[in-house]
């Protein structure tokens, strides 16, 4: 028996004695090693390795005449997803486990139990208590390289954040076990470089100053606006609960007036448009327009026919139909991004839906509405007639159906010239690269993080750091003038 010895799992201490037979083992998890023949050589080819789940089993007693102890340590072991799990000899690490199988357990005497416990340790691998981190914020200049020491006996994989405080384009990182990069290396900034100011951010878990159904928004469709909507906290959700009523196309408008007008511009937004049964109709639309109600851009998502669930992408430059997409199923169960920038004449915008992705542009050459400056924006949702709406409130029993918003980021950009073309971050943004979950985050303006599948390149080779010394580099935009703050996190990994 170990008097002295504590085990810990989820924050909780449990209340046995451990035996000391008790051991961890030389290590937890054991090497698989997937070697190949090749041609008639001798030997084989290693071709990967990796390291298998393990188990960890803790022998114990326990005194007879302590009431419910049994009751408290299956509380404490009811979980139903790995937890922390630590030993008060090695309070500098932990496992994550899970308890897994039976708990034997057998009378030793007329006064004392014994048993074991079997935690499954998914990873086969220890984490170190303590968050590394090592940054450039004190280095003058600024370093884009990084020397990283990993004192775990294993490899680890690290995240890396990204604060700017200036634009950039482009991020690289550089390991000699991989290749990460995040935005365009072709992005330029041109000669005149100038503060982006941010006029919307609105994750749309409440109203921020939008008008519902104001005599000031402006639509491409024709609709009657009489119906009401409502906000999600905690889906960041905006979407119809009535579409009120009409003969044609009605429902309900969102319009925001811009704390100043834009010329040039950068736009993001997320929506959703889903008819899983093809029974219904609906309509999402965005409005860009001047302040005496010229419409300057709009971008319609149709699903018009009842016997089918396909979705239809509309887009207006002015009054100019400048893309129609009604023959392909790219955008069926619509949840999807779409980015517009706007520089001069030049019209630029991508339409993302999963892995499907398509950028086009056109340019204004008369300038019949790139002369004017955005004043004000409207979202509508509508349906038509008395066909079948699309209602958010039904998501559950229908299996997906709905129609909302849910992201909108609205940059102004000082640019005269489209040489001197908006840029991918902007300062005051973060970036997050998770080598833990192979992802990339985005933070608007201290906003919460969202991942950002638009401009990570998917061919990115996500990496872990060796035991020892470790050299990452980093790349950015050529027209930054110094790198941002780069800060690295990961935590000692132990086999």
Avoid: C
């Amino acid at each position: 028996m170990m008097n002295s010895f504590f085990v810990y799992f989820n924050g909780e201490t449990l209340p046995i004695k451990v035996l000391s037979s008790f051991s961890r083992g030389f290590m937890i998890g054991e090497s698989e090693i997937t070697t190949q023949d090749i041609s008639d050589n001798d030997g084989t080819v290693v071709v990967s390795s990796r390291i298998k789940e393990g188990i960890i089993d803790i022998p114990f007693f326990i005194k007879r005449g302590q009431p419910n102890i049994q009751d408290e340590i299956m509380r404490i072991l009811n979980v139903d997803e790995p937890r922390k799990l630590q030993f008060s000899d090695q309070m500098d690490r932990y496992y994550q486990a899970i308890p897994n199988g039976k708990i034997n357990e057998e009378e030793v005497s007329k006064w004392i139990r014994k048993g074991s416990i079997p935690f499954l340790i998914p990873s086969g691998v220890a984490y170190s208590e303590e968050e590394i981190e090592i940054s450039n914020k004190d280095s003058s200049p600024r370093d884009s390289t990084l020397l990283i020491r990993n004192d775990g006996s294993h490899k680890t994989a690290p995240d890396f954040l990204f604060e700017f405080e200036e634009d950039n384009g482009y991020i690289g990182v550089v390991h000699e076990d991989g290749i990460i990069q995040y935005g365009f290396p072709e992005e330029v900034d041109g000669v005149v470089k100038q503060k982006s100011i941010t006029l919307i951010q609105d994750r749309f878990d409440s109203n921020k100053g939008w008008q519902i159904n104001s005599k000031d928004a402006v639509t491409m469709m024709p609709m009657a606006a009489n119906g009401t909507v409502e906000w999600n906290k905690e889906q960041s959700f905006v979407y119809p609960t009535n579409y009120g009523t009409g003969s044609g196309w009605h429902g309900v408008t969102l319009t925001q007036k811009l704390s100043q007008q834009a010329s040039n511009f950068t736009l993001e937004s997320l929506s959703r448009l889903e008819d899983r049964f093809a029974e219904k109709v609906g309509r999402i639309e965005f409005t860009l327009s001047a302040a005496d109600g010229t419409r300057l851009w709009t971008f319609q998502i149709r699903n018009d026919a009842v016997s089918s669930s396909q979705n239809n992408l509309w887009a207006y430059v002015g009054d100019q139909e400048v893309e129609r997409d009604t023959t392909t199923w790219d955008w069926r169960f619509w949840i999807g991004n779409f980015t517009l920038k706007k520089a001069g004449n030049l019209w630029q915008w991508t339409f993302q839906n999963g892995k499907k992705r398509r950028t086009l542009s056109y340019t204004d050459s008369a300038f019949l509405v790139s002369n004017k400056k955005v004043d004000r924006i409207t979202i509508a949702f509508a349906a038509y007639g008395n066909k079948k709406p699309i209602l958010w409130d039904k998501l559950q029993k229908e299996n997906g159906s709905g129609l909302g918003w849910s992201e909108l980021r609205f940059v102004q950009d000082n640019v005269d010239y489209w040489q001197d073309l908006p840029n991918k971050m902007k300062a005051g943004d973060t970036v997050e690269i998770r080598n833990t979950e192979g992802k990339i985050y985005k933070y608007w303006q201290n906003q919460e993080p969202m991942q950002d599948m638009l401009d990570a390149d998917i061919g990115n080779q996500y990496f872990t750091l060796s035991p020892g010394e470790n050299k990452v580099e980093f790349h950015f935009s050529d027209f930054m003038s110094e790198p941002p703050i780069i800060t690295a996190k990961f935590r000692k990994v132990y086999r």
